[in-house]
Protein backbone atom coordinates (compact mmCIF):
# COMPACT_ATOMS: atom_id res chain seq x y z
CA UNK A 1 0.00 0.00 0.00
CA UNK A 2 0.69 3.91 -0.57
CA UNK A 3 1.26 5.37 2.47
CA UNK A 4 0.95 9.09 2.71
CA UNK A 5 1.52 9.59 6.50
CA UNK A 6 2.68 13.19 5.17
CA UNK A 7 -0.35 14.64 4.23
CA UNK A 8 -2.74 16.17 6.59
CA UNK A 9 -6.08 14.15 7.40
CA UNK A 10 -9.37 15.30 5.83
CA UNK A 11 -11.98 16.22 8.04
CA UNK A 12 -15.33 13.88 7.40
CA UNK A 13 -17.29 17.09 7.98
CA UNK A 14 -15.84 20.26 7.85
CA UNK A 15 -18.29 22.63 10.28
CA UNK A 16 -14.98 25.11 10.80
CA UNK A 17 -14.29 25.59 7.00
CA UNK A 18 -18.51 26.61 6.81
CA UNK A 19 -17.82 28.62 9.57
CA UNK A 20 -14.45 31.11 8.14
CA UNK A 21 -17.26 31.79 5.19
CA UNK A 22 -19.69 33.25 7.26
CA UNK A 23 -17.50 35.07 9.59
CA UNK A 24 -18.55 37.94 10.93
CA UNK A 25 -21.91 38.06 9.39
CA UNK A 26 -22.22 35.22 12.39
CA UNK A 27 -20.76 36.91 14.64
CA UNK A 28 -22.94 40.11 14.17
CA UNK A 29 -25.93 37.99 14.18
CA UNK A 30 -25.31 36.37 17.62
CA UNK A 31 -24.13 40.23 18.88
CA UNK A 32 -27.63 40.94 18.28
CA UNK A 33 -28.98 38.91 19.96
CA UNK A 34 -26.78 39.57 23.06
CA UNK A 35 -27.35 42.93 23.06
CA UNK A 36 -31.60 42.86 22.91
CA UNK A 37 -31.19 40.22 25.50
CA UNK A 38 -34.55 37.95 23.91
CA UNK A 39 -33.10 34.22 24.68
CA UNK A 40 -36.35 32.81 24.15
CA UNK A 41 -38.74 32.57 21.18
CA UNK A 42 -37.05 36.08 20.38
CA UNK A 43 -37.73 38.08 16.87
CA UNK A 44 -34.99 35.87 15.27
CA UNK A 45 -37.12 32.74 15.82
CA UNK A 46 -40.65 33.83 14.35
CA UNK A 47 -38.19 35.52 11.76
CA UNK A 48 -36.05 32.20 11.00
CA UNK A 49 -39.84 30.35 10.84
CA UNK A 50 -41.09 32.71 7.99
CA UNK A 51 -38.11 32.08 5.73
CA UNK A 52 -37.45 28.15 6.47
CA UNK A 53 -41.74 28.41 5.62
CA UNK A 54 -40.65 30.52 2.33
CA UNK A 55 -37.77 28.68 1.40
CA UNK A 56 -39.72 25.05 1.61
CA UNK A 57 -43.38 26.19 0.87
CA UNK A 58 -44.98 24.94 4.14
CA UNK A 59 -47.63 27.10 5.69
CA UNK A 60 -46.33 26.66 9.03
CA UNK A 61 -42.76 25.82 10.91
CA UNK A 62 -42.07 25.59 14.09
CA UNK A 63 -39.04 25.20 15.48
CA UNK A 64 -38.16 23.52 18.93
CA UNK A 65 -34.74 21.89 20.99
CA UNK A 66 -34.26 19.12 18.46
CA UNK A 67 -35.16 16.89 15.95
CA UNK A 68 -36.11 14.29 17.84
CA UNK A 69 -38.42 16.84 20.05
CA UNK A 70 -39.74 17.36 16.23
CA UNK A 71 -40.43 14.02 16.01
CA UNK A 72 -42.49 13.55 19.46
CA UNK A 73 -44.25 17.01 19.14
CA UNK A 74 -45.72 15.69 15.89
CA UNK A 75 -46.56 12.33 17.26
CA UNK A 76 -48.03 13.86 20.29
CA UNK A 77 -50.12 16.57 18.35
CA UNK A 78 -51.21 13.66 16.01
CA UNK A 79 -52.99 12.04 19.21
CA UNK A 80 -50.66 9.03 18.96
CA UNK A 81 -49.83 7.17 22.65
CA UNK A 82 -49.81 3.65 23.95
CA UNK A 83 -51.96 1.15 22.15
CA UNK A 84 -50.92 2.63 19.33
CA UNK A 85 -48.30 1.46 15.88
CA UNK A 86 -46.07 3.50 14.26
CA UNK A 87 -43.97 2.18 11.40
CA UNK A 88 -40.51 3.04 10.37
CA UNK A 89 -37.46 1.87 8.46
CA UNK A 90 -35.38 -0.06 10.55
CA UNK A 91 -32.11 1.11 9.15
CA UNK A 92 -32.04 4.64 10.51
CA UNK A 93 -31.17 6.34 13.10
CA UNK A 94 -32.37 5.34 16.31
CA UNK A 95 -34.69 9.21 17.03
CA UNK A 96 -37.04 7.31 13.89
CA UNK A 97 -37.84 4.61 16.44
CA UNK A 98 -37.15 5.96 19.53
CA UNK A 99 -39.98 8.86 19.25
CA UNK A 100 -42.90 6.07 18.88
CA UNK A 101 -41.74 4.76 22.05
CA UNK A 102 -41.37 7.77 24.19
CA UNK A 103 -45.04 8.62 23.39
CA UNK A 104 -45.93 5.08 24.57
CA UNK A 105 -46.80 3.76 21.19
CA UNK A 106 -45.24 0.63 19.65
CA UNK A 107 -42.67 1.25 16.76
CA UNK A 108 -43.08 -1.70 13.81
CA UNK A 109 -40.00 -2.19 11.26
CA UNK A 110 -40.08 -1.99 8.10
CA UNK A 111 -37.59 -2.82 5.60
CA UNK A 112 -35.80 -0.40 2.89
CA UNK A 113 -35.35 -0.55 -0.51
CA UNK A 114 -31.20 -1.73 -1.57
CA UNK A 115 -30.94 0.97 -3.93
CA UNK A 116 -31.88 3.96 -2.34
CA UNK A 117 -31.52 2.59 1.31
CA UNK A 118 -35.37 3.95 2.40
CA UNK A 119 -38.40 2.93 2.92
CA UNK A 120 -39.73 -0.33 1.07
CA UNK A 121 -43.78 1.02 0.98
CA UNK A 122 -44.61 -2.83 -0.23
CA UNK A 123 -44.05 -3.31 3.51
CA UNK A 124 -46.27 -0.85 5.07
CA UNK A 125 -49.58 -3.39 4.49
CA UNK A 126 -47.35 -6.25 6.06
CA UNK A 127 -46.64 -4.08 9.10
CA UNK A 128 -49.88 -2.81 9.80
CA UNK A 129 -51.06 -6.71 9.98
CA UNK A 130 -48.36 -7.61 12.32
CA UNK A 131 -49.40 -4.15 14.59
CA UNK A 132 -53.37 -5.66 14.24
CA UNK A 133 -52.12 -9.37 14.95
CA UNK A 134 -51.48 -8.27 18.38
CA UNK A 135 -53.95 -6.08 18.61
CA UNK A 136 -52.53 -2.58 18.65
CA UNK A 137 -53.59 0.05 16.66
CA UNK A 138 -51.84 1.60 13.28
CA UNK A 139 -51.70 5.11 13.28
CA UNK A 140 -49.07 6.88 11.54
CA UNK A 141 -45.73 5.92 9.29
CA UNK A 142 -42.54 8.10 9.73
CA UNK A 143 -40.71 7.56 6.25
CA UNK A 144 -36.77 8.66 6.62
CA UNK A 145 -35.39 10.57 3.65
CA UNK A 146 -31.95 9.17 4.65
CA UNK A 147 -28.46 10.37 3.92
CA UNK A 148 -30.09 13.34 2.41
CA UNK A 149 -32.24 11.53 -0.76
CA UNK A 150 -36.56 11.80 -0.29
CA UNK A 151 -38.53 8.69 0.52
CA UNK A 152 -40.81 7.57 -2.31
CA UNK A 153 -43.26 9.76 -1.22
CA UNK A 154 -46.03 8.81 -3.80
CA UNK A 155 -45.43 5.33 -2.89
CA UNK A 156 -45.62 5.71 1.19
CA UNK A 157 -48.77 8.42 0.47
CA UNK A 158 -50.66 5.43 -1.50
CA UNK A 159 -49.97 2.96 1.31
CA UNK A 160 -50.96 5.50 3.80
CA UNK A 161 -53.83 6.88 3.05
CA UNK A 162 -54.74 3.05 2.00
CA UNK A 163 -54.13 2.05 5.50
CA UNK A 164 -55.83 5.21 6.98
CA UNK A 165 -52.12 6.09 8.63
CA UNK A 166 -50.79 9.46 9.50
CA UNK A 167 -47.48 10.28 7.37
CA UNK A 168 -45.22 11.73 9.09
CA UNK A 169 -41.51 12.69 7.58
CA UNK A 170 -38.32 12.06 9.32
CA UNK A 171 -36.48 14.55 7.02
CA UNK A 172 -33.49 15.33 9.45
CA UNK A 173 -30.86 14.05 7.58
CA UNK A 174 -32.75 16.00 4.58
CA UNK A 175 -34.20 19.05 4.79
CA UNK A 176 -33.52 21.03 1.66
CA UNK A 177 -33.63 17.62 -0.84
CA UNK A 178 -36.30 18.01 -3.28
CA UNK A 179 -39.24 15.36 -4.44
CA UNK A 180 -40.30 16.00 -8.15
CA UNK A 181 -39.82 19.68 -7.56
CA UNK A 182 -41.23 19.99 -4.45
CA UNK A 183 -38.94 20.79 -1.53
CA UNK A 184 -39.20 18.13 1.54
CA UNK A 185 -41.47 20.11 4.27
CA UNK A 186 -44.58 19.39 2.36
CA UNK A 187 -44.95 15.89 2.64
CA UNK A 188 -47.24 14.12 4.69
CA UNK A 189 -49.09 15.43 7.54
CA UNK A 190 -46.00 16.89 8.93
CA UNK A 191 -42.14 17.20 8.93
CA UNK A 192 -40.23 17.31 11.09
CA UNK A 193 -36.08 17.92 10.57
CA UNK A 194 -32.89 18.52 13.10
CA UNK A 195 -30.37 21.25 12.72
CA UNK A 196 -27.78 19.13 14.50
CA UNK A 197 -24.34 20.76 13.57
CA UNK A 198 -23.15 18.26 11.15
CA UNK A 199 -26.39 17.75 9.16
CA UNK A 200 -26.72 19.66 6.04
CA UNK A 201 -28.35 22.92 7.60
CA UNK A 202 -27.00 22.65 10.83
CA UNK A 203 -26.88 25.12 13.60
CA UNK A 204 -23.94 25.37 16.33
CA UNK A 205 -26.34 23.07 19.19
CA UNK A 206 -29.05 21.41 19.50
CA UNK A 207 -32.17 22.45 17.41
CA UNK A 208 -35.03 21.53 15.16
CA UNK A 209 -38.49 21.94 13.29
CA UNK A 210 -42.22 20.86 12.20
CA UNK A 211 -43.48 21.86 8.79
CA UNK A 212 -46.99 21.58 8.21
CA UNK A 213 -49.80 22.95 6.01
CA UNK A 214 -52.60 21.76 8.57
CA UNK A 215 -53.33 24.73 11.31
CA UNK A 216 -54.86 22.67 13.85
CA UNK A 217 -51.48 20.60 13.83
CA UNK A 218 -49.71 23.57 14.20
CA UNK A 219 -51.85 25.27 16.38
CA UNK A 220 -51.37 22.21 18.72
CA UNK A 221 -47.26 21.85 18.46
CA UNK A 222 -46.96 25.59 19.24
CA UNK A 223 -48.63 24.79 22.53
CA UNK A 224 -47.38 21.49 23.29
CA UNK A 225 -43.52 23.25 23.07
CA UNK A 226 -44.27 25.70 25.49
CA UNK A 227 -45.80 22.99 28.73
CA UNK A 228 -49.12 23.22 26.24
CA UNK A 229 -50.40 26.59 26.50
CA UNK A 230 -53.31 27.66 26.07
CA UNK A 231 -54.32 31.55 25.19
CA UNK A 232 -52.83 32.70 28.31
CA UNK A 233 -49.37 30.85 29.20
CA UNK A 234 -50.63 30.63 32.81
CA UNK A 235 -53.54 28.38 31.09
CA UNK A 236 -52.36 25.16 30.80
CA UNK A 237 -54.36 22.95 27.97
CA UNK A 238 -52.15 20.44 27.35
CA UNK A 239 -49.31 18.23 28.61
CA UNK A 240 -46.82 19.56 26.60
CA UNK A 241 -42.50 20.05 27.13
CA UNK A 242 -40.19 22.63 27.00
CA UNK A 243 -38.93 22.44 23.55
CA UNK A 244 -38.00 25.74 21.76
CA UNK A 245 -35.29 26.52 18.87
CA UNK A 246 -33.05 29.20 21.29
CA UNK A 247 -33.11 32.38 19.27
CA UNK A 248 -29.29 32.49 19.61
CA UNK A 249 -29.66 29.26 17.27
CA UNK A 250 -32.39 30.91 15.45
CA UNK A 251 -29.94 34.28 14.38
CA UNK A 252 -27.01 31.59 13.38
CA UNK A 253 -29.79 29.97 10.95
CA UNK A 254 -30.56 32.65 9.21
CA UNK A 255 -27.27 33.74 7.91
CA UNK A 256 -27.01 29.87 7.38
CA UNK A 257 -29.77 29.89 5.29
CA UNK A 258 -28.64 32.77 3.07
CA UNK A 259 -25.58 30.12 1.58
CA UNK A 260 -27.33 26.97 1.87
CA UNK A 261 -28.84 26.78 -1.66
CA UNK A 262 -25.25 27.54 -2.39
CA UNK A 263 -24.00 24.80 -0.30
CA UNK A 264 -26.81 22.24 -1.61
CA UNK A 265 -25.01 22.92 -5.16
CA UNK A 266 -21.76 21.73 -4.11
CA UNK A 267 -22.76 18.65 -2.28
CA UNK A 268 -24.27 17.93 -5.42
CA UNK A 269 -21.36 18.73 -7.81
CA UNK A 270 -19.42 16.17 -4.94
CA UNK A 271 -21.12 14.00 -4.86
CA UNK A 272 -21.65 13.23 -8.70
CA UNK A 273 -17.37 13.48 -9.36
CA UNK A 274 -16.90 10.86 -6.66
CA UNK A 275 -19.76 8.87 -8.83
CA UNK A 276 -17.62 9.65 -11.80
CA UNK A 277 -14.74 8.54 -10.25
CA UNK A 278 -15.90 5.41 -8.62
CA UNK A 279 -18.95 4.11 -10.40
CA UNK A 280 -16.79 1.19 -11.69
CA UNK A 281 -15.15 -0.25 -8.74
CA UNK A 282 -17.61 -0.12 -6.33
CA UNK A 283 -21.71 0.64 -5.38
CA UNK A 284 -22.53 4.43 -6.12
CA UNK A 285 -25.68 5.58 -4.26
CA UNK A 286 -28.53 6.30 -6.62
CA UNK A 287 -30.88 9.88 -6.58
CA UNK A 288 -33.74 8.36 -8.92
CA UNK A 289 -35.25 10.47 -11.77
CA UNK A 290 -36.83 13.93 -10.38
CA UNK A 291 -35.44 13.47 -6.85
CA UNK A 292 -32.32 15.56 -5.69
CA UNK A 293 -30.43 14.88 -2.46
CA UNK A 294 -28.65 16.71 -0.20
CA UNK A 295 -25.90 14.09 0.30
CA UNK A 296 -25.86 14.79 3.82
CA UNK A 297 -24.29 11.66 3.75
CA UNK A 298 -22.02 9.74 0.82
CA UNK A 299 -22.42 5.89 1.05
CA UNK A 300 -20.66 3.43 -0.84
CA UNK A 301 -21.89 -0.53 -0.40
CA UNK A 302 -19.09 -2.65 -0.69
CA UNK A 303 -19.28 -6.78 -0.01
CA UNK A 304 -19.11 -7.25 3.92
CA UNK A 305 -16.22 -9.10 4.32
CA UNK A 306 -13.97 -6.28 2.10
CA UNK A 307 -15.38 -2.83 4.56
CA UNK A 308 -12.94 -3.40 7.52
CA UNK A 309 -10.40 -3.65 4.91
CA UNK A 310 -11.14 0.00 3.14
CA UNK A 311 -11.78 1.66 6.33
CA UNK A 312 -8.50 0.11 7.38
CA UNK A 313 -6.98 1.73 4.18
CA UNK A 314 -8.24 5.17 4.27
CA UNK A 315 -7.56 5.63 7.86
CA UNK A 316 -3.97 4.86 7.37
CA UNK A 317 -3.89 7.44 4.44
CA UNK A 318 -5.70 9.88 6.96
CA UNK A 319 -9.00 9.67 5.43
CA UNK A 320 -12.16 8.97 7.48
CA UNK A 321 -14.82 7.03 6.74
CA UNK A 322 -18.34 6.51 9.35
CA UNK A 323 -20.63 3.58 9.24
CA UNK A 324 -23.80 4.53 8.93
CA UNK A 325 -25.49 2.34 10.81
CA UNK A 326 -23.95 -1.00 11.46
CA UNK A 327 -26.76 -2.32 13.48
CA UNK A 328 -29.91 -1.87 12.02
CA UNK A 329 -32.60 -0.86 14.87
CA UNK A 330 -34.66 -4.38 15.18
CA UNK A 331 -31.29 -5.95 16.30
CA UNK A 332 -30.58 -2.99 19.19
CA UNK A 333 -30.83 -3.92 22.44
CA UNK A 334 -33.22 -1.48 23.24
CA UNK A 335 -35.37 -1.71 20.03
CA UNK A 336 -34.82 -5.85 19.52
CA UNK A 337 -38.49 -6.62 20.93
CA UNK A 338 -40.32 -4.18 19.00
CA UNK A 339 -42.19 -6.25 16.26
CA UNK A 340 -40.79 -6.46 12.22
CA UNK A 341 -43.75 -6.58 9.91
CA UNK A 342 -44.34 -9.40 8.19
CA UNK A 343 -41.77 -10.72 5.43
CA UNK A 344 -38.83 -9.39 7.81
CA UNK A 345 -36.04 -6.82 7.30
CA UNK A 346 -33.91 -9.03 5.38
CA UNK A 347 -32.20 -5.43 3.00
CA UNK A 348 -31.75 -3.73 6.46
CA UNK A 349 -29.20 -6.46 8.15
CA UNK A 350 -27.80 -6.70 4.63
CA UNK A 351 -27.23 -2.86 4.58
CA UNK A 352 -25.93 -2.40 7.68
CA UNK A 353 -23.11 -4.93 6.66
CA UNK A 354 -22.35 -3.22 3.45
CA UNK A 355 -22.29 0.62 4.03
CA UNK A 356 -19.17 2.70 4.37
CA UNK A 357 -19.73 6.84 4.32
CA UNK A 358 -16.84 8.54 2.60
CA UNK A 359 -15.80 12.60 3.95
CA UNK A 360 -18.65 14.58 2.19
CA UNK A 361 -19.48 18.42 3.36
CA UNK A 362 -19.94 21.32 0.81
CA UNK A 363 -16.22 22.75 1.26
CA UNK A 364 -14.73 19.43 0.04
CA UNK A 365 -12.08 20.85 -2.15
CA UNK A 366 -10.86 19.26 -5.31
CA UNK A 367 -7.42 18.22 -4.10
CA UNK A 368 -8.73 16.44 -1.12
CA UNK A 369 -11.59 14.35 -2.83
CA UNK A 370 -8.80 13.68 -5.80
CA UNK A 371 -7.13 11.83 -2.71
CA UNK A 372 -9.68 10.01 -1.65
CA UNK A 373 -10.82 8.74 -4.89
CA UNK A 374 -7.43 7.93 -5.31
CA UNK A 375 -7.06 5.96 -2.46
CA UNK A 376 -10.51 4.03 -2.25
CA UNK A 377 -9.76 2.90 -6.00
CA UNK A 378 -5.95 1.50 -4.73
CA UNK A 379 -7.91 0.17 -1.45
CA UNK A 380 -10.53 -1.90 -3.56
CA UNK A 381 -8.08 -2.83 -6.18
CA UNK A 382 -5.67 -4.44 -3.40
CA UNK A 383 -8.30 -6.23 -1.88
C1 LIG B 1 -33.01 10.27 10.72
C2 LIG B 1 -32.91 11.09 11.96
N1 LIG B 1 -34.00 11.33 12.69
C3 LIG B 1 -33.98 12.08 13.79
C4 LIG B 1 -32.80 12.64 14.25
C5 LIG B 1 -32.80 13.40 15.53
O1 LIG B 1 -32.33 14.72 15.43
P1 LIG B 1 -31.64 15.43 16.68
O2 LIG B 1 -30.28 14.87 16.84
O3 LIG B 1 -31.65 16.88 16.31
O4 LIG B 1 -32.51 15.17 17.86
C6 LIG B 1 -31.63 12.43 13.52
C7 LIG B 1 -30.35 13.02 13.99
O5 LIG B 1 -29.29 12.53 13.90
C8 LIG B 1 -31.67 11.63 12.36
O6 LIG B 1 -30.56 11.38 11.64
Known sequence: MNL???????????????????????????????????????????????????????KHVITCGSGTDA????????????????????????????????????????DVDVATFNIDANGIMAAVDAAKSIGLTPKAVIPVDLFGLPADHAAVSAAAKAENLFVLDDAAQAFGASYHGRRLGTFGYATATSFFPAKPLGCYGDGGAVMTD????????????????????????????????????????????????????????????????LADVVITPVAPAGLTSVWA??????????????????KAEGIPTAIYYPIPLHRQHAYKNFPVGKGGVAVSDRLAAEVISLPMHAYLDTPSQDRIIDAVRRALKAA
Not at 227 to 254: E, P
Not at 299 to 309: I, N, S
Open 71 to 110: LVLSLRAMGIGPGDAVLCPSFTFCATAEVAALVGATPIFV
Open 214 to 277: NDGLAEAIRSLRVHGHGNDKYDNVRIGLASRLDTMQAAILIEKLKIFPDEIASRDRISRRYTEA
Open 4 to 58: RTDLPSIPFIDVAAQRRRLGSAVDAAVARVLSHCQFILGPEVRAFEAELAAFCGA
Open 297 to 314: QYTLRVPAGRRDALATAL
